[in-house]
């Protein structure tokens, strides 16, 4: 029943004719043609029969065509006289006895444009109305037959009882039935017709629009077809489309009906089939969102859920075979991308061939080059029916869509399909919007983003390969990435509050530039995975320097985001970029970053420390102090994490030494940082008090500043020097003591939006509620803490739960010591 015939595995309104083919006018036709060595095309140009329709009548589709139909059959072939007279006496078996009916000019193999209002171009009947060349009985529209194995869809299935037992005959319901190809729908909405059919007595009628054919059944056609199904004799049918619907809706007001409209292509299409009043509901199903008809209920059909996908795939090959491989089950709907037309292709090839198995098949389809063609079960093909949508798009809704796909995963946003298309903002926005509303991208929601479909990125994919030239393709790509390195290098400076010379922070396009720290944070966050693999391209065209400027932007931000594990790549293209460029002293920097990284991000301190020792092997070669303390701080945190505490001290308090003897803003920070460090770790060795003194000595040096640094860049470190000291108090059972400087240290970071810094805090602070007895605040902060650090994957997570797990517990303490 159109392209969505596929969704479920079969063809036209099911796969097959509803009613018995009738033997003798299709196969002579096929045979006669044959004879005289004449192609469908062939026959079908000389006769003036369109192709469809001679495939209908030789399909048995179309079984009584018109005599003087017949009699051009007749004529192209050249048949004699009696040849002529058996072709139209096999003609005349087929037509109705009755009454004749007329299907309309899309049968007939006429375009849309024949169907206008008014008389026609064709020849012409006795009333003067343009005659169609193929009859419609009435059962021609009867529901195609359910699917045995249909799988899950209950939620949307039981909105749709639930409304036909609630309708208002002044207000028929009408419900839209979309989605993207290969989710089902014409499948969804006959199963779903067939349930409802005993609420309709009156009849249920299905007509297939071909809304994704080149030339859709027009509303005029369509609109026949229905008032003949429902008992409008040929005669009576109007010529004028207004005419046709305004009968359509009278003779629908005393009846209760059900109407499928399958596969439309637009609203224009879909309006006049609608009933105006009575106890009538209308099914329309379209891979367009429709949006513009109004007062509709709508049912967007989602993926499949895993499990989902698996029972279809049970239902179609049997339990015993999936229990026999549960996980290779579960990795081919994950393959399939659970898009139920992928998951029934699967199922399909794996029925015809009971002794394969399913692992076989999922090592097929993990070939990414092959998956589409391996999604092929005889005439169903993924490929097909991503590709009738295609060719309906626009050729500039073309582009974007191809061009889209190379766009880093998971999603992108108009910008960067504008920027790979070469078109504006504004008009891969707009085509962006109709891929969403056809079906070939998802929307994300609360945000002005696109997301590709597994499957639907393959075909885009190639579609780019078929299409674009490789110079194109690797133009779309630089003129991107240039594009998104330059905007994510003056979002990551706006991080940097100290007044240090560095790489251009020139916005590409400043009136739509990130504003502030937190919008710059927001576009970061959003575009990771583009301004990422911008990077990486980057780095891999020798394009040196520009991988250097844009991992040393990043650095201040990246204190921001301890959580993404990305930054150690992002450092290690910056080593392998400083060294390609021959720079011992960003070669020593990029090291440090990359140290630091893999101590924070990875939570691996044997490659910390390796990378540590290097950078301090290049520091102390080029004289670089700072770059030394760096070093040997980072180390030192490695060495504490393998319990080498006393070698971690001492590395800790030359780090120390070597930066006392500057005086520039930058090592001023270092040896903050260096103190709260070497503060922390005389704590975790049970030297508190020591601790303490450090931490203090820390605080001291934050409140008075540093010369050439943001009051907000100093005040992070004051917060972090806090938290340590709210944590030296506790170990020194001060507990009253140590609750102000840990809500500081959590008010701080969590103003600064740094997850990674403030929910740490965050748990030390509900250690210390627990210990006070204050239970109710405890569990708050200490809830808050385990969920967030979980979210983080963040390796305190565990004493979170211990804490809580603390605080149910019968022994808990409930007063401070």
């Not at 292509?265 to 609608?274: C, G």
């Not at 393959?335 to 139920?340: A, D, I, R, S, T």
């Amino acid at each position: 029943m159109g392209p969505d015939q596929a969704e479920w595995g079969e063809s036209d309104m099911g796969g097959k004719s509803v009613e018995p083919v009738v033997e003798g006018f299709g196969p002579l036709l096929v045979a006669l043609r044959i004879r005289a060595g004449m192609s469908q095309e062939r026959l079908s140009h000389v006769a003036g029969v369109s192709v469809r329709a001679l495939g209908d009548m030789e399909r048995g589709r179309s079984r009584g065509p018109q005599r003087r139909t017949v009699e051009a059959l007749a004529a192209a072939l050249e048949l004699d006289a009696a040849g002529a007279r058996e072709l139209e006496r096999a003609a005349s078996l087929g037509r109705p006895r009755l009454h004749t009916r007329r299907a309309g000019a899309h049968a007939a193999g006429r375009s849309p444009a024949a169907c206008a209002d008014g008389p026609g171009t064709g020849p012409a009947d006795g009333a003067g109305r343009e005659s169609c060349a193929v009859p419609v009985v009435p059962h021609a529209l009867t529901l195609p037959r359910d699917l045995r194995d249909f799988t899950a869809r209950g939620p949307a299935l039981a909105r749709l009882l639930a409304l036909a037992d609630e309708i208002d005959p002044a207000h028929p319901p009408v419900a839209v039935i979309c989605g993207q190809p290969g989710l089902g729908k014409t499948a969804f909405a006959v199963h779903a017709a067939h349930q409802l059919a005993p609420r309709f007595p009156d009849g249920q009628f299905a007509v297939d629009l071909r809304g994704m054919d080149p030339d859709p059944v027009c509303a005029r056609d369509a609109l026949a077809r229905l008032l003949q199904a429902l008992g409008v004799t040929d005669d009576a049918v109007p010529a004028g489309t207004d005419d046709r619907s305004g009968l359509l809706r009278s003779v629908l007001h005393e009846r209760k009906v059900l109407l499928l409209l399958d596969n439309a292509a637009d609203e224009e299409q879909v309006r006049p089939l609608l009933p105006a009043h009575g106890a009538s509901l209308t099914l329309v199903t379209s891979r367009h969102a429709l949006a513009g008809l109004e007062a509709v209920h709508r049912t967007e059909l989602a993926l499949l859920r895993r499990e989902e996908a698996v029972d279809l795939l049970t239902r179609i090959i049997g339990p015993e075979r999936v229990r026999r491989e549960g996980q290779a089950a579960r990795d081919l709907a994950e393959l399939c991308g659970h898009l139920p037309l992928a998951v029934r292709i699967a199922g399909q090839r794996l029925a015809a061939r009971p002794g394969e198995s399913i692992a076989k098949l999922v090592g097929q389809l993990s070939a990414l080059e092959d998956r589409l063609d391996t999604l092929r079960a005889g005439s169903l093909q993924v490929r097909a029916a991503f590709a009738v949508s295609y060719r309906q798009l626009s050729p500039s809704a073309r582009l974007v869509f191809r061009r889209a796909s190379l766009a880093a995963r998971p999603d992108f946003s108009p910008e960067t399909a504008a920027l790979l298309a070469d078109v504006t903002p504004r008009q891969a926005a707009r085509c962006a919007q109709d891929l969403a509303d056809a079906g070939l991208l998802q929307p994300h929601p609360g945000a002005d983003r696109y997301r590709f479909h597994d499957l639907l990125a393959l075909f885009a994919s190639e579609q780019v390969t078929a299409e674009d030239e490789p110079a194109q393709v690797t133009a779309a790509l630089e003129r991107a990435d240039r594009w998104t390195l330059r905007r994510a290098t003056a979002a990551a400076a706006l991080f940097d509050a100290g007044d240090r010379p560095g790489p251009a922070r020139t916005d590409p396009n400043p009136p739509t530039a990130p504003a502030d720290p937190e919008e710059a944070h927001a576009w970061l966050d959003a575009e990771r995975a583009q301004w990422s693999a911008a990077l990486e391209r980057t780095q891999a065209a020798g394009r040196h320097r520009e991988v250097v400027e844009v991992a040393e932007a990043m650095h201040w931000f990246s204190d921001r985001t301890l959580h993404w594990e990305l930054w150690a790549e992002v450092f290690r293209w910056g080593v392998d970029s400083a060294r390609a460029l021959g720079s011992r002293r960003d070669e020593a920097i990029q090291l440090n970053y990359l140290a630091w990284a893999c101590n924070k991000c990875l939570h691996d301190p044997a490659s910390a420390l390796a990378t540590a020792e290097a950078a301090l092997a290049v520091a102390r070669e080029i004289g670089d102090r700072l770059q030394t303390g760096w070093a040997l701080n980072y180390a030192a945190e490695a060495l504490h994490r393998f319990g080498r505490f006393e070698e971690s001290i001492a590395r800790l308090h030359e780090a120390a030494s070597q930066l006392s003897h500057l005086s520039d803003a930058q090592s001023r920070l270092a040896e903050l940082s260096t103190l709260n460090t070497l503060g922390r770790q005389l704590r975790e060795i049970g030297r508190a008090d020591e601790a303490l003194l450090m931490h203090r000595r820390s605080e001291a040096r934050c409140e008075a500043g540093v010369p050439g640094e943001s009051a907000d860049l100093i005040g992070l470190y004051l917060a972090s020097c806090r938290q340590h000291i709210g944590n030296d108090l506790a170990a020194l059972d001060r507990w009253q003591e140590a609750e102000a400087p840990l809500r500081f240290a959590v008010a701080r970071f969590e103003t600064a939006r740094m997850p990674a810094w403030c929910e740490p805090a965050r748990l030390d602070l509900g250690h210390v509620l627990r210990r006070l007895g204050r239970h109710q605040e405890a569990r708050e902060a200490l809830t808050a803490a385990s969920e967030a650090l979980g979210r983080l994957n963040h390796p305190r997570r565990g004493e979170a739960a211990a804490e809580l797990h603390e605080l149910a517990g019968p022994g808990r303490r409930t007063s401070a010591r």
